[in-house]
């Protein structure tokens, strides 16, 4: 903490606090063991407990999200050779995997990191008959190997799993290793580019959903000290804000050629108000082949994916017509914005 | 699963689902403790995602909710004798200690489960050199003793855990612990009754978010298995939605007498309009004593607690004129609405 806390003790609250997840963790573990298989159900506490934590209410609102899914299943129609085989990243519910077998797919293969998604899109596979062909594994994609688990390299990667910063769930690193072990050589990437892109933003409504000053006479601002640094979504169109500059390129990457890696550039904004801005507001955009580009634009608040909200370390003083200059870096999951 | 899964096929999955978060915090706490302290910070991306998973960002609105401050802080004002001492249940920032102590307590005692805003709180305390009357404490209440934490019973129990459900944060049994082990006899309660509305609401926009059935011609309904069952916030006047019936009383306990226990209870609403119900919306009221009365009600959207939306197990078509009748179950934290 800036004031009075040494490094010592930050290091420990934040040992503290993983000791704690720790051991409530445990406690569920072992009150788990205890229940009687007969009598365990989704619907205990202790399931629901498991399942909010690990399962984000936002697949219901992806799955609802008309638009993505249409744009995902005609690039899926469009983008797979047939008899192809197929690696999707992230089941969620299986629905990609039997969009690829509907497709003509020959074999596809879906990993999905979380246990209960995994377990409920096998259950959705073997309703729709499609054991055969698909094949759902409980793991993270960086944890497969071609030979053991997918019969050797596939011929397409399908992997739909960006959120409203992009790469915050993990684009980076799940596309870095499974182009390396899992594609083809000259295999079809579904994204094959993704790119982000962002305008300057004032919203006193969406900066008090992150930071504080002083509240009935006392200055709480160390609380500042907890807030999000990174990107974060919010439904921009249901605050006051206002936008103080044109959109400009945020990142771009070529999935197939870039490094991927993490890294930092200068982001160049040219200011269409005076003002004073808080944070870079983006939308990604995802080449997936023979035309189709999904995106969540800001005019588009239907789309689940809402605008991501990147806050500015120190806030950007605009003037219009003249250009702001601001720094990013990103790493495998964050993205940080400073002068 | 209610299909094809077998409890032991639900049971595993729970189980490797809190063995992958084990095994996550394992490698954040080891990744930590090779962190040299001097290079530790909150900037560093390994606090950043402790800090993100276990302080929610909710407690910057909650700190920016001018109407809430101000009426706990006339709550203390007013209902806190001279000399008297108090604890406050969930430090957060520090505010509500430090607003017991400027009206007038001799010694607060505050109590904060999350030892990263324990760290903040200290550190807020100190900066206002208020050290010396408030003790922060980096535990649940539940895990107090009055002697050896509190110097014996205290004349004030301040306990503002409450969401937009009213019990979810754990009010019931922290009060129960807290009025039994740690107040003396006929100690003052902040707030000494609790109370939830709820009204009958459809939402096809908001059951969005929440449920799935077919999508692009697969069914894949079997992922509501997963849905959240409890109540969850909302920011109701931002999405479509109807509602079907009168406001109803939900639940209501004096705090200093009730058993405050799990329970049920029927419920029974009037319906105004013919319709399909899909969900209880509900918000709370909470006695601070002094004719004070804290609530988020539906037609204060600036409110940073929403409403809370309960999802009904099943639809309940509602008549104009007709009463609908329900079948609340409540545990300790979640709230079950049945026909």
Chains 1, 2 share one sequence.
């Not at 983008?79 to 629905?95: F, N």
């Not at 990993?111 to 054991?131: F, Q, S, Y």
């Not at 982000?196 to 969406?206: M, T």
């Not at 789309?303 to 990147?310: A, L, N």
Request: hydrophobic content about 45%; charged content about 20%; overall charge negative.
């Amino acid at each position: 903490m800036p004031t009075n806390g040494s490094p010592y003790r930050l290091g420990a609250a934040l040992l503290e606090s993983l000791a704690q997840e720790m051991s409530a963790l445990a406690e569920q573990a072992s009150a788990l063991l205890r229940t009687p298989p007969e009598s365990l159900s989704l619907d205990a506490d202790i399931s629901t407990q498991i399942v909010r934590r690990n399962v984000p209410r936002w697949h219901f609102a992806m799955l609802n999200d008309t638009e993505r899914n249409e744009a995902l299943v005609a690039a899926l129609e469009r983008g797979i050779p047939a008899g192809a085989t197929v690696l999707d990243i992230g089941s969620g519910s299986g629905l990609l995997a039997m969009a690829a077998a509907r497709a003509g797919a020959s074999r596809v293969f879906t990993c999905e990191m979380n246990p209960l998604l995994a377990e409920v899109a096998r259950n959705v596979v073997d309703a729709h008959g499609l054991t055969d062909v698909i094949t759902v594994i409980s793991k993270p994609s960086t944890a497969l190997d071609a030979g053991r688990d997918l019969g050797g390299p596939v011929d397409v990667l399908v992997s739909e799993i960006v959120d409203c910063g992009l790469i915050g769930e993990g684009l980076l690193p799940s596309v870095r290793h499974a182009r390396e072990h899992l594609l083809a050589p000259d295999g079809i990437m579904l994204p094959s580019a993704a790119r982000l892109y962002g305008k300057l933003v004032n919203s006193e409504a969406v900066l008090k959903l992150n930071q504080v000053t002083t509240v009935s006479g006392f200055d709480v601002s160390l609380m500042n000290t907890l807030a999000t640094r990174s990107h974060f979504p919010v439904r921009l169109d249901t605050w006051p804000h206002r936008f103080l500059s044109e959109a400009a390129p945020v990142l771009g990457f070529d999935l197939a050629r870039d490094a991927l890696e993490p890294g930092e550039r200068s982001l160049e904004f040219l200011a269409t108000a005076d003002g004073e801005a808080q944070a870079l507001v983006v939308w990604f955009e995802l080449d997936m082949g023979n035309g189709i580009v999904l995106s969540n634009p800001l005019d588009n608040p239907r789309s689940h994916w809402m605008p991501g909200w990147v806050p500015l370390e120190k806030p950007v003083l605009t003037k219009a017509g003249e250009t702001a200059s601001l720094r990013l870096r990103w790493s495998d999951f964050t993205l940080r914005v400073s002068l």
